[in-house]
Nanobody, 124 residues
Framework: QVQLAESGGGLVQAGGSLRLVCVVSGRSIRSYIMGWFRQAPGKEREFVAAIAWSGDSTDYADSVKGRFTISRDNAKNTVVLQMNSLKPEDTAVYYC?????????????????WGQGTQVTVSS
């Protein structure tokens, strides 16, 4: 059984940084696409970033381009979301997800496994 666990969330001031880490256990997922999504209060869960488990291909939502960086360590089965220049509108629960297909990186229904989420709160 594949399990994903996020950590690194917390309270930070606007302009600050946080580093979210997703640890994957249960299977080797070196061929999986890994993604980060977020859900703010009163809003639908939305795509943030994704990375191919094999290779350097990445994708980012327009709202986070230039500020967030997704990376991976296949040997440790971890995916990192480095968040810089945080804004209050980045406040949300952030979820790590794994996809086996390789298409529609931004679509929630395409992902097969999800973590429980970690809260990120950015104050002004």
């Amino acid at each position: 059984q594949v399990q994903l666990a996020e950590s690194g969330g917390g309270l930070v001031q606007a302009g600050g940084s946080l580093r979210l880490v997703c640890v994957v256990s249960g299977r080797s997922i070196r061929s999986y696409i890994m993604g980060w999504f977020r859900q703010a209060p009163g809003k639908e869960r939305e795509f943030v970033a994704a990375i191919a488990w094999s290779g350097d291909s990445t994708d980012y939502a327009d709202s986070v381009k230039g500020r967030f960086t997704i990376s991976r360590d296949n040997a440790k089965n971890t995916v990192v979301l480095q968040m810089n220049s945080l804004k209050p509108e980045d406040t949300a629960v952030y979820y790590c997800a794994a996809e086996t297909d390789g298409s529609s990186w931004r679509t929630l229904s395409e992902y097969d496994y999800w973590g429980q989420g970690t809260q990120v709160t950015v104050s002004s």
